[in-house]
Each structure stands twice: as structure tokens, then as C-alpha cells.
């Protein structure tokens, strides 16, 4: 089962605009979360976390949020560069001892048209 | 700091045989993850190593394994080689299994299984 759905395989979006990618969760016992990007021929880089007890996590252009009730996050790139367009994933984490055992979504490219 | 290392980068092996894989983490990183990705399940966790020992492990059969040597660097193994083992297998690391300590990914070995 897949217990982190990127619902949306792709998004496109111009230069200068917003990006919002979005997360699904089923499993209500993951309290940590996590967005990596991904570029062709390289491992994912992390980009930003954040705890269940938060709702909002800011760093530079890239803000998560995240809604617990409604079991989603979403990734807002503001304003979005050309050199964003890569493969995001998000991934979660549960409990102290798994911050090792990551389960991640199935990934939304993401394109920034100049 | 060097980032993640892993050798060989591509490997072209047969069905039955098998395979190993290195990891060396960050200088001073003493947990190591280790994924696979494939375009139909996306990145799926495999196995996680702190001080020499596997703390997590992840629906995979026996025929995968893995070990972690007192430098760190880890290893994983994979017997029996199926056609569906192809694959990119990623390698992460992180300082400690303290939440909020970030996994670094390697670029990933090619494994392809003819």
C-alpha cells in the first residue's frame, strides 16, 4: 500500500510564479516529514522538513505545510526558477529511531518555463 | 566535505548471479539507508545500518542484504539476481538517527539485469 501518495506525476509553471506541489499521507503515526529534489543522474537533495507539531516550516523561497487532520503537506516555491525543474518527492518518517527509514511518494516533476 | 560515494556508478549483470554494492557515507556520518528506486514503485527503503548493526529493515525478500563496517562504510548484497531487481540503488547517510539529522543521498549505482 502506498502509504505517501504524489498525487499529480507532473506540473508545469511559469518563471516567476508559484509552485505548489502537494503530499498525501495514510499512515497517522508518521510525526516527520520531508521534501528532497531530484535532478537526473544524481541522488535526491534534501530541501525542507518539518515536524508534526508544526504546521508551517519557512526556508528561503521553498515553504511546506502542513495540515494534519487532512493528512497532507504541500511545497510552495516562491518565486519559482528555471533551475527548480527537477523531480520533488516527499517523504515521512515515524518516530525517533526511523530517521534512517524514509517512505517516500512517487515524485512530481516539476517544470519552470523561462 | 566529500558527499556520499558510491562504486561502481553502473553494473550490467544476468539473471542468477549476484551482486554488491558500495556505500562510503560523509566523513563522520555513522547511519547509512539504503533505497531502490524503480519507475514502477519508486523509492522504497531497504535496509538502515548504525554502528555496525541493521536497525531498520524494509519489505524486501532475504535475497537482499546488507552490512556496515566499523568505518561506516556499508555494503549491500544482492543474491539471485531477477530481472525486477534492475533498478537505481541509492545509498543515504546522516550523522546520527536523531530526528532532524538529514539524510545525504549518493548518486545511486545502475544496477541493469539481463
Known amino acids: 500500500d502506498q502509504q505517501v501518495k504524489q498525487n499529480s506525476p507532473s506540473l508545469s509553471v511559469q518563471e516567476g510564479r508559484i509552485s505548489i506541489l502537494n503530499c498525501d499521507y495514510t499512515?497517522?503515526?508518521?510525526?516527520?516529514f520531508l521534501w528532497y529534489k531530484k535532478y537526473p543522474a544524481e541522488g535526491p537533495t534534501f530541501l525542507i522538513s518539518?515536524?508534526?507539531?508544526?504546521d508551517k516550516n519557512e526556508d528561503g523561497r521553498f515553504t511546506v505545510f502542513l495540515n494534519k487532520s487532512a493528512k497532507h503537506l504541500s511545497l510552495h516555491i516562491v518565486p519559482s526558477q528555471p533551475g527548480d525543474s527537477a523531480v520533488y518527492f516527499c517523504?515521512?518518517?515515524?518516530?525517533?529511531?526511523?530517521?534512517?527509514?524514509?517512505?517516500f511518494g512517487q515524485g512530481t516533476t516539476l517544470q519552470v518555463k523561462p | 566535505k566529500a558527499g556520499v560515494t558510491q562504486t561502481p556508478r553502473y553494473l550490467i549483470k544476468t539473471r542468477g548471479q549476484q551482486v554488491t554494492l558500495s556505500c562510503s557515507p560523509i566523513?563522520?556520518?555513522?547511519?547509512v539507508s539504503w533505497y531502490q528506486q524503480t519507475p514502477g514503485q519508486g523509492l522504497q527503503f531497504l535496509f538502515e545500518y548504525f554502528s555496525e548493526t541493521q536497525r531498520n529493515k524494509g519489505n524486501f525478500p532475504g535475497r537482499f542484504s546488507g552490512r556496515q563496517f566499523s568505518n561506516s562504510r556499508s555494503e549491500m548484497n544482492v543474491s539471485t539476481l531477477e530481472l525486477g531487481d534492475s533498478a537505481l540503488y541509492l545509498c543515504?547517510?546522516?550523522?546520527?538517527?536523531?530526528?532532524?539529522?538529514?539524510?545525504?543521498f549518493g548518486p545511486g549505482t545502475r544496477l541493469t539485469v539481463l
Open positions: 499512515n497517522s503515526m508518521f510525526d516527520y
Open positions: 543515504a547517510s546522516s550523522a546520527s538517527r536523531d530526528r532532524g539529522d538529514t539524510q545525504y
Open positions: 566523513s563522520g556520518h555513522r547511519s
Open positions: 518539518i515536524s508534526s507539531i508544526k
Open positions: 517523504a515521512a518518517s515515524k518516530g525517533s529511531g526511523n530517521t534512517g527509514k524514509l517512505i
